[in-house]
């Protein structure tokens, strides 16, 4: 079992960047694939970027990649997601989840953090 706090979250103008955090503990991230996760209004829950805590391999959505890194300092069990190029379309409430390794849908993540707001506008 892993309890997840996100952070981070806030207001940015379009173009600029925000970092997000996600604090992990009850469990070292080597047993559990973590996700960022992000869902607005009237839209599905939708897959931001995931990493396996065990080998480091990453995903990224297509609309994503390029702008957005997503990286892990085990030691402070801690996943951040680097966002750049923020778009208004990247506005959403972000989540971070934990799942088995290999964990892809969020129907797999069974351990989620609050989430934090994310709103990019001039």
């Known amino acids: 079992q892993v309890q997840l706090v996100e952070s981070g979250g806030g207001l940015v103008q379009p173009g600029g960047s925000l970092t997000l955090s996600c604090a992990t503990s009850g469990s070292s991230l080597d047993w559990y694939t973590i996700s960022w996760f992000r869902q607005s209004p009237g839209k599905a829950r939708e897959g931001v970027s995931r990493?396996?805590?065990?080998?480091?391999?990453?995903w990224y959505e297509d609309s994503v990649r390029g702008r957005f890194t997503i990286s892990r300092d085990n030691a402070e069990g801690r996943v951040y997601l680097q966002m750049n190029q923020l778009k208004p379309g990247d506005s959403a409430t972000y989540y971070c989840?934990?799942?088995?390794?290999?964990?892809?849908?969020?129907?797999?993540?069974?351990?989620w953090g609050q989430g934090t707001q994310v709103t990019v506008s001039s």
């Open positions: 990493l396996n805590g065990r080998d480091g391999s990453t």
């Open positions: 989840a934990a799942g088995a390794l290999g964990s892809t849908w969020p129907e797999d993540f069974h351990f």
